[in-house]
T-cell receptor, first 112, second 112 residues
Framework: QKEVEQDPGPLSVPEGAIVSLNCTYSNSAFQYFMWYRQYSRKGPELLMYTYSSGNKEDGRFTAQVDKSSKYISLFIRDSQPSDSATYLCAMSGHTNAGKSTFGDGTTLTVKP | NAGVTQTPKFQVLKTGQSMTLQCAQDMNHNSMYWYRQDPGMGLRLIYYSASEGTTDKGEVPNGYNVSRLNKREFSLRLESAAPSQTSVYFC???????????FGQGTRLTVV
């Protein structure tokens, strides 16, 4: 059983749709929750991070963490073709970013 | 600012050959990491270096060795390549007490 399970996708939506990307986890020690975006043939780049439970908003992106359910989500409002990428959730029990446990990724395509 | 630079970008090896993947960062980060990414399997940590002069095994270290040459450079060596090591390899760096890891653009390695 993996520590982090991510909805596999792929996901294809029309431009302007609301997108929900989700991960579940089993390790209660996780306190830091990150979302990375990875464009095709590029390295991942940090999109958002959240500490403990709650919501965090950045423009069209909202990250939600529910520690009681061990469930995290990334919502994208008014999705754009430029949002087409693979989204990776990552989690850690400490601030050592590179030692996070990553999900397998969900590939999103936003069609114009 | 170059960030994290990996060389080479592409490589084809024959089974049993050796090679070294190079990584350099110009952000003065203490911690550096090597990952492999296989289709549908997310990022798996091979080795990491919390600071200059230290290295530790990650989730999948077998068949690899690393050298933290100085604060900027962290190399990954395959002593006797196997087809199972066909993958995309990412180097990353971060500050110790920071939730963001910065990734290179990746090295696509094929072992035939």
């Amino acid at each position: 059983q993996k520590e982090v399970e991510q909805d596999p996708g792929p996901l294809s939506v029309p431009e302007g749709a609301i997108v929900s990307l989700n991960c579940t986890y089993s390790n209660s020690a996780f306190q830091y929750f990150m979302w990375y975006r990875q464009y095709s043939r590029k390295g991942p780049e940090l999109l958002m991070y959240t500490y403990s439970s709650g919501n965090k908003e950045d423009g069209r992106f909202t990250a939600q963490v529910d520690k009681s359910s061990k469930y995290i989500s990334l919502f994208i409002r008014d999705s754009q073709p430029s949002d087409s990428a693979t989204y990776l959730c990552a989690m850690s029990g400490h601030t050592n970013a590179g030692k996070s446990t990553f999900g397998d990724g969900t590939t999103l395509t936003v069609k114009p | 600012n170059a960030g994290v630079t990996q060389t080479p970008k592409f490589q084809v090896l024959k089974t049993g050959q050796s090679m070294t993947l190079q990584c350099a960062q110009d952000m003065n980060h203490n911690s550096m990491y090597w990952y492999r990414q296989d289709p549908g399997m997310g990022l798996r940590l091979i080795y990491y270096s919390a600071s200059e002069g230290t290295t530790d095994k990650g989730e999948v270290p077998n068949g690899y060795n690393v050298s933290r040459l100085n604060k900027r450079e962290f190399s990954l060596r395959l002593e006797s390549a196997a087809p199972s090591q066909t993958s995309v390899y990412f180097c990353a760096s971060s500050e110790v007490m920071n939730t963001e890891a910065f990734f290179g653009q990746g090295t696509r390695l094929t072992v035939v």
